[in-house]
Structure formats: structure tokens, C-alpha cells
């Protein structure tokens, strides 16, 4: 870091070392960092509660603000006081965005505690579940970026290496993928934390496994480097442990890989052709692994089902969440096709005893319903609704006299005629005379009803309601009616 380190400003330790070196700050954050040896993670120190702070160490231009640590001149780090989880010992009051998101602890970020741990920025994550989605990788979401603890060690100087769920990854200035988990892990410089590492060239390596593609239970051959038969005991995992492990030479293991019991995820099936991944560890936990190099082919058959049902069976919570995710967008589908096409016409309806200031109003509000009725009667079996006729003289649904009732507007009759009401059976039809006419008469003393009757007997022709009982003399103002549609359907 040279002279600059001391003799500068120490606001100026973010721009110069921080693509370098953790942290490092030169304001107050609440987001989360590494601390500069790595051990630990938390917030910077810096606060801006001072009340006067020495005009020298004044790093940012006011005397209110500055680090926490006097001892260190005021100058701004990750670690605040309190705010702090140090990798070893992992108690800490420290929340981080992803903490707040994880709804009961159902996401899991690989974190380990422990006295060779250290700190890196990391958006991994993956969900707690009893389905191994270790074939899933490329499809889990990554988590929101944050600060973890894994374990480290070191292969050699210039050879970083970061343990993931048992699994150790060589990690050196570049970004990782893990098994199992979306997102990935950034790595720094393997000198920053390797500087005098000890060589150790016992790690084990794969370089092919044979065959590349098989049903389960399918015997495979693994090459690769490192394989100890003396000193180690060899474990082969894919998702689960394989069977029959054989350590031919220092190059060579054999292993059946799982059965049909275990493959019971959809995506198994040999038809989305999923790829496996394949771990060999040791008996000190060294571990060597290759990404997608199986891949499963699983027929859809009775032994399928029948293994589907017995890992139902035994997980019935998820296995009703799994359907109900499945079958979710197939039900909505249904719904809409059923709204689109299947679904009737509401018949239009208008409030009885509704009350009108005109009569006018009357017939205009009733345009819509009409065109509702609008059917052909000269075809038999189809029925004609009521048609008012407006203020145009043009009376609504005009064909089907016959068959309808008419309300004929006091405009367009003559001026010795009043407005009548004449029941449908008996309009114009020479079988039925009219047996009933009501003539709407207007005097000083309000509305009043005539009734002529004839030889067929009492009527059930409509009749304009008053329900106010208020008289009025005029007669296209005040005028009630009973909702034609109510009594005549």
C-alpha cells in the first residue's frame, strides 16, 4: 500500500484501495461489508454524532462526523461497535436485506462459523426443501447480494479454496457457482488470505466418468488423479450417495449411482434430459466434483408412479404444494375460457316502482331494455318483448304488434284522444276484442281512470301508478309507472 497509507488523508482509503483491499468507507452505510482481514462482517463506523470533533481530523469537512475509534484518528472502516459478526464466533445483531426476506428460516445461504471461516460477498441461496435441486442450479433465483462466512483454506499461495455444504471449490480473483444453490460467490485474490500457504498437492481430481448419459442404477467409471486407496476412503455422490464403491487405482473409481426411488422429481423423466452432478470425497473431506456430468434418463412407467407415490406418501405438505403450483395455471386457463365463451348474457334489468320526473324519461330509459327483446316474431316460438314508443313516433322493436303491448305517447295521438294502455291479447286481433282500455284523463283535480268494459271479463292490462298520491296537471310531468317487464313476462 506504500506511504500513501499513512501520509494521505484517510478519506481517501476507499477510492485508493477498495477494488483491493475490504473494508474500507468513507461514509455512514447501512449496507453490510467485509472487514479488511476478512473475519468478520458489519456496518461502517462512521457516525455523524460528534459534537466537536479536532479540525486535523476532520476527514469529511464537518466536526460532527467521524469513525468511531479515536486511536484510529477518526478514520472510517467496516466494523462498527456492537454492529459486528466476527466468522468465528457468528452471535451478532447484525440483519442484513437477505435476513429480513428469509420468511422462517426457509432460505439457506451455506453460511458455516467456524475458527478457519472467512468473510466474501456472496448472492447465494437456495430454499429448504426435502426435493434435492441440485439439478436445479440454473433455475434458482439468486438471493439479494450480502456478507457471509465460509470456510477457507488453502492449497498453496496462488490456490484459495471455499467450503459450500461439504463441498470445497478452488476460488481464486473470479466468480464461483454451487452446487445446489442460485447465484454465485465472488473471490478475491487468493494472496490476500493465501500469502505463505503451505502447497498441498494431495487434493483430489476428476478429469471424465464413463458412461455420460444412463438410466438409474447405472454403473459408472470415474477417472481422475489423487485417488489414495491406501491412506483414504473414497465416498461418490450424486444428490445421494452412490453404491458398490470400487477405488480401482489412483485413477480410477466405479460406483452405481442411485436408484429409481430417488429420481421421482418431473424433471427427472428422460424427455427434459437433466444433467447430474457427480462429488468425490475422501476420508479427510477433500473433496472433487464436475458440474453436469450425468445426465438421467427416467421412464414414465408404473415403477415411476409407483415411486412418485411413495415420496408423496412420506411428504404430503410439499406434495400438495407441488400440485397445487403445477396445476394453478391450468385451473385459471379454464376460468378464463370459460368467462370468454361459456358464460350467458345477463338479461337487463330495470328497478320496479322506479319514479321518472317525465314521461320522457320513461320511454329513453327503456330503449336498451327493449333492443334486449328484439326478436324476429314471425318465427314460431320466439316471443316478442314490450316496446314503448318513444318521443319520434316510432315505436321500439316496431314488428309484432300483434303480440306485444304499445304505450302510444299523448303527442302523436289526436288532440280528441287521450293516451291509452290496450292489452297485448287484445290488440288488433279479430279471435280476442278488446276486453279492457284505460284512457289517462287529466282535469283540475289531477289524473283519473276510466274503464270501459266488455263481455270478456275483467282485465289485467297495466296501469300507470301514482305513489305519491301528489295531482299534477300537466300531463308529460309526474307520471309513475309499474315496470312493464314485471307484470307482462
Request: proline share 7%.
Amino acid at each position: 500500500m506504500g506511504c500513501d497509507f499513512v501520509d494521505k488523508d484517510c478519506n481517501q482509503w476507499q477510492d485508493a484501495y477498495g477494488n483491493i483491499l475490504p473494508g474500507f468507507c468513507n461514509a455512514p452505510s447501512q449496507s453490510v461489508g467485509c472487514n479488511y482481514d476478512r473475519r468478520g462482517y458489519g456496518y461502517c463506523n462512521i457516525i455523524s454524532n460528534y459534537k466537536n470533533i479536532p479540525a486535523y481530523y476532520q476527514h469529511w469537512g464537518s466536526p460532527s462526523i467521524g469513525g468511531q475509534s479515536v486511536l484510529a484518528d477518526y478514520c472510517g472502516y467496516v466494523g462498527q461497535e456492537g454492529l459486528t459478526t466476527w466468522c468465528n464466533i457468528g452471535a451478532t445483531s447484525v440483519q442484513q436485506v437477505s435476513d429480513y426476506t428469509n420468511i422462517l428460516g426457509s432460505a439457506d445461504y451455506g453460511e458455516v462459523f467456524s475458527r478457519t471461516s472467512r468473510c466474501y460477498t456472496t448472492t447465494l441461496a437456495r430454499i429448504n426443501t426435502p426435493i434435492e435441486l441440485e439439478s436445479f442450479t440454473s433455475v434458482i433465483p439468486p438471493g439479494i447480494q450480502s456478507s457471509r462466512c465460509y470456510n477457507t483454506t488453502c492449497a498453496g499461495p496462488q490456490d484459495l479454496r471455499i467450503q459450500v455444504d461439504e463441498v470445497w471449490y478452488q476460488c481464486s480473483d473470479q466468480t464461483i457457482n454451487v452446487i445446489g444453490y442460485g447465484g454465485s460467490l465472488t473471490c478475491p485474490p487468493a494472496l490476500q488470505i493465501c500469502v505463505g500457504a503451505a502447497v498441498d498437492n494431495t487434493w483430489p481430481t476428476l478429469t471424465s466418468i464413463f458412461p455420460t448419459s444412463g438410466n438409474p442404477s447405472t454403473r459408472i467409471t470415474i477417472t481422475g488423479t489423487n485417488f489414495n486407496t491406501a491412506l483414504y476412503n473414497y465416498t461418490v455422490i450424486m444428490e445421494v450417495e452412490c453404491t458398490d464403491v470400487q477405488v480401482i487405482d489412483n485413477q480410477t473409481i466405479a460406483a452405481t449411482i442411485p436408484g429409481g426411488d430417488h429420481f421421482v422429481s418431473v424433471a427427472d423423466l428422460a424427455i427434459f434430459k437433466t444433467k447430474k452432478h457427480i462429488v468425490v470425497r475422501d476420508s479427510r473431506g477433500y473433496t472433487a466434483h464436475m458440474f453436469n456430468a450425468f445426465e438421467i434418463h427416467v421412464e414414465f412407467d408404473a415403477e415411476y408412479l409407483r415411486n412418485l407415490f411413495n415420496w408423496m406418501s412420506a411428504n404430503p405438505l410439499w406434495a400438495l404444494l407441488i400440485w397445487t403450483i403445477i396445476l394453478l395455471p391450468f385451473f385459471c386457463a379454464c376460468c378464463i375460457i370459460y368467462k370468454c365463451c361459456c358464460k350467458k348474457i345477463k338479461k337487463p334489468k330495470r328497478s320496479a316502482h322506479h319514479e321518472y320526473a317525465k314521461e320522457r324519461d320513461y320511454y329513453d330509459d327503456d330503449y336498451e331494455v327493449d333492443d334486449y327483446y328484439d326478436v324476429d316474431p314471425n318465427v314460431k316460438g320466439h316471443r316478442q318483448g314490450p316496446s314503448i314508443a318513444g318521443g319520434h313516433g316510432q315505436v321500439a322493436g316496431g314488428k309484432g304488434g300483434h303480440h306485444q303491448p304499445s304505450i302510444v305517447h299523448p303527442a302523436h295521438q289526436d288532440n280528441h284522444q287521450q293516451p291509452s294502455i290496450v292489452h297485448p291479447s287484445h290488440q288488433d286481433n279479430p279471435q280476442h276484442p278488446p276486453s279492457i282500455v284505460h284512457s289517462l284523463h287529466q282535469d283540475s283535480n289531477g289524473p283519473s281512470i276510466i274503464q270501459s268494459l266488455t263481455d270478456s271479463g275483467p282485465s289485467t292490462a297495466p296501469q300507470p301508478q301514482n305513489p305519491t298520491g301528489k295531482k299534477h296537471s300537466d300531463p308529460d310531468t309526474a307520471i309513475y309507472f309499474d315496470d312493464p317487464y314485471e307484470k307482462w313476462t
